[in-house]
């Protein structure tokens, strides 16, 4: 496997004046719930937590791309999801571990680096915030859960446009909220397919590609590829 390009270190003038996070799979793992899933199938843990994520996404495109008559909202989406999941891999199904499952997305664990990250932001006094397809009530319990209220603001979602990610319009809510050009927000995501859509959109982008997956080929690339959180703070040195 190729190892990830070098960081760059943007020019201390182009440092953007905003940090915005997406949620599910950059600050909390998705994959988590594999723990509670192999508790409940025993051999099918990790597979239900990749097919469950993969149909989520699935769906919210469907939905945006099918106009906003059909939206449904996040967390409906990932129940649906879910529920697939189950009959797709033939799982002895019941009504408790469908709730177990979905209140464990509820209370995603998040990644040991986060608070190290957002804490050096607020010191250089950089607002940083979440631009998520999650709904806001589940946002605000993740943010909760994870011990981070004080750290994030503004927590944002799509939910208000009827769009997700990587539709134009989720991520022109980002800009509204924080009143700053896209090219002065640093959008952050470990979602190869999101951070092309940030940069299509025009944010500074930060990559944070844990899996050390190839780069997506549609000729574009973030402005930055990491393996960490901790890469944001090469755009902004001390």
Do not use: C
Not at 37 to 46: I, R
Not at 139 to 165: C, E, M, N, Q, W
């Amino acid at each position: 496997m190729e190892k990830s390009p070098a960081l760059s270190r943007p020019a201390p003038h182009a440092a953007p004046r905003a940090v915005l996070f997406d949620a599910y799979g950059t600050l909390f793992d998705v994959y988590s719930v594999a723990l509670v899933a192999e508790q409940l199938f025993a051999g099918q843990g990790e597979r239900l937590a990749q097919l469950w994520r993969d149909k989520q996404i699935e769906y919210t495109r469907l939905v945006s791309m099918s106009g906003p008559k059909h939206y449904q909202p996040f967390w409906t989406l990932t129940r649906s999801a879910l529920q697939w999941t189950a009959a797709r891999l033939n799982l002895a199904w019941s009504t408790d571990a469908e709730e177990r499952l979905m209140n464990q997305y509820r209370h995603l664990s998040a990644f040991p680096e986060n608070r190290e990250v957002l804490e050096a932001l607020k010191r250089q006094g950089v607002p940083a915030g979440i631009l998520s397809n999650g709904d806001p009530d589940m946002l605000a319990i993740a943010v909760r859960s994870a011990g981070l209220s004080d750290l994030i603001a503004p927590v944002l979602s799509v939910h208000t446009t009827r769009r997700f990610k990587t539709d134009p319009a989720a991520y022109q809510v980002g800009v509204d909220a924080l009143g700053l050009p896209p090219k002065e927000i640093l959008f952050v995501s470990s979602n190869g397919w999101d951070a092309i859509g940030a940069t299509w959109f025009g944010y500074t982008t930060l990559w944070v590609n844990r899996a050390g997956a190839p780069l997506e080929a549609l000729g574009t690339a973030p402005t930055v590829q990491g393996t960490s959180l901790r890469d944001v703070m090469s755009f902004f040195p001390a």
